[in-house]
């Protein structure tokens, strides 16, 4: 496609532009509200989500500060996600630890109980995944296997937009 | 895959200086995005508050590429000027007009647009260049005059867009749309499009 | 759009089919050819979010009763 206008054009069009901050899209807290609408019950799911971040954490021998610094977080918003699955965490923040720990938002999303369940199985492994992990001051083997078993099967999940 | 020559303004000097707009979001635009767009939004999120980060510094552009990329109904655009990425936008051409006019005929979407953060006054002001929003609406009208759309359009509008598209742009406000987080809906009518390519 | 190089087919439809076309053009604004084109982006799209497991659904602007509409 070509565009094509007078220089005229630009300079009029953008004097009326000015220092104005231009955007469009969808915002960050739609897939929260649309999980709200469909009614999803995330508990157990945002359990193993919470229990997921601790032991990521925990197997690069962080701490939640060093956590938050790498994901751009308040080291309070990593500790609520861990520690308490009433709360909802900020969809912006499971998009940082998706990118941080380089796995499909998407997945981290359903797991967190923002956007409606859609991924088969999902719900059982993450069930199985807390039901293994215990919190321990260092990942034991059978830890670490569940964790490194859960995120393979996390890699594994086609990505979705 | 086409180029067009459009200008922007650069702050510091008030003066019109020549850019580039591509009719698609190359793996380069993608890779000056990397490296030179993401790192200063996450630094500008540290430590924030999630409602005080830019509304998009979410969006994953590299990852939404792979999305869009085998459809035909979407079409994206990336601005550069100075070697430097200034804008980018995703639009589809399969959603319908809700002004009663129009309603039910085809429009351009604008599914994402965002520029650069050195040109949103967030970041740093006067920002280093204005007329991205500009080029990227344009873009948007003329990919729709192009389909056959005569130039309809719409968009929700992120932050403090909403004048610009109102009243500088001309676009009719249709109130919060509650499957968009309440964002403000805008859409541009063919008679508005047509005096927004020719005249103003 | 970048596409300049266009081959051209025969398309031939039932009378109600084009009878639907026509009407789709008008209501679209549209030429016969557009609509056909419209239709296949829109499939294309509607098919890939199925693809990755997503459902079309449709929300009654009053009632917002929702139904999927399943696609073949």
């Known amino acids: 496609m070509k565009l094509e206008r007078s220089k005229d054009w630009y300079e009029r069009r953008i004097a009326l532009e000015g220092n104005a901050e231009i955007g469009a899209g969808m915002p960050p807290h739609c897939r929260a509200n649309a999980a709200e609408a469909a009614n999803v019950k995330p508990l157990e799911t945002r359990i193993a989500f919470g229990t997921f971040v601790e032991l990521w954490r925990r197997n690069h021998g962080w701490d939640a500060v060093r956590l938050a610094k790498e994901a751009g977080l308040n080291t309070e918003e990593i ?3 861990e520690r308490n699955p009433q709360s909802e965490p900020e969809p ?10 380089k796995l499909p938002s998407q997945v981290l999303l ?3 109980g923002l956007i409606e369940p859609r991924t088969p199985y999902l719900r059982d492994a993450a069930v199985r995944f807390a039901a293994r992990s215990e919190s321990m001051a260092s990942l034991n083997q059978n830890e670490r296997e569940a964790f ?14 | 895959m086409q180029e067009s020559r459009v200008y922007l303004k650069e702050m510091a000097t008030g003066q019109l200086v020549e850019a580039s707009l591509l009719d698609e979001i190359t793996d380069r635009h993608l890779a000056m995005w990397i490296d030179t767009w993401q790192p200063v939004m996450e630094e500008r999120c540290r430590g924030r508050k999630p409602g005080d980060r830019p509304e998009d510094h979410h969006w994953d552009w590299k990852l939404k590429a792979d999305g869009w990329r085998p459809l035909l109904g979407y079409h994206s655009f990336a601005i550069t000027c100075n070697g430097e990425l200034q804008g980018l936008m995703l639009a589809c051409d399969f959603k319908s007009a809700r002004i009663p006019a129009q309603f039910g005929k085809p429009i351009v979407h604008v599914e994402f647009l965002a520029t650069a953060p050195w040109n949103r006054p967030e970041f740093q ?24 759309y005569r130039g309809r359009i719409g968009l929700h509008s992120l932050g403090d867009a909403e004048e610009f598209y109102r009243d500088k742009c001309g676009m009719t406000e249709l109130g919060n749309d509650a499957a968009y987080q309440g964002l403000m809906y805008y859409e541009m009518t063919e008679k508005k499009a047509e005096y927004f390519r020719q005249t103003h | 759009m970048e596409d300049n190089e266009k081959r051209t087919m025969t398309l031939n439809l039932t009378p109600r089919e084009m009878a639907v076309l026509e009407e789709l053009a008008a209501k679209k604004d549209l030429s016969k050819t557009g ?12 098919d890939a979010k199925i693809r990755m497991g997503q459902k079309m659904m449709f929300e009654d602007e009053k009632t917002k009763e929702k139904s999927e509409m399943v696609l073949i």
């Open chain 1, 110 to 112: 359903e797991l967190a």
């Open chain 3, 35 to 46: 609509v056909m084109r419209l239709a296949l982006r829109l499939l294309q799209a509607v």
């Open chain 2, 125 to 148: 002001t006067p920002k280093r260049y204005s007329g991205a929003g500009t080029v990227m609406v344009a873009a948007a009208v003329e990919l729709s005059w192009q389909l056959g």
């Open chain 1, 79 to 81: 500790l609520e996600i």
């Open chain 1, 92 to 101: 912006s923040a499971v998009y940082n630890l998706a990118r941080l720990f």
């Open chain 1, 148 to 161: 490194e078993a859960f995120v393979s099967a996390i890699s594994e999940i086609p990505q979705r937009r």
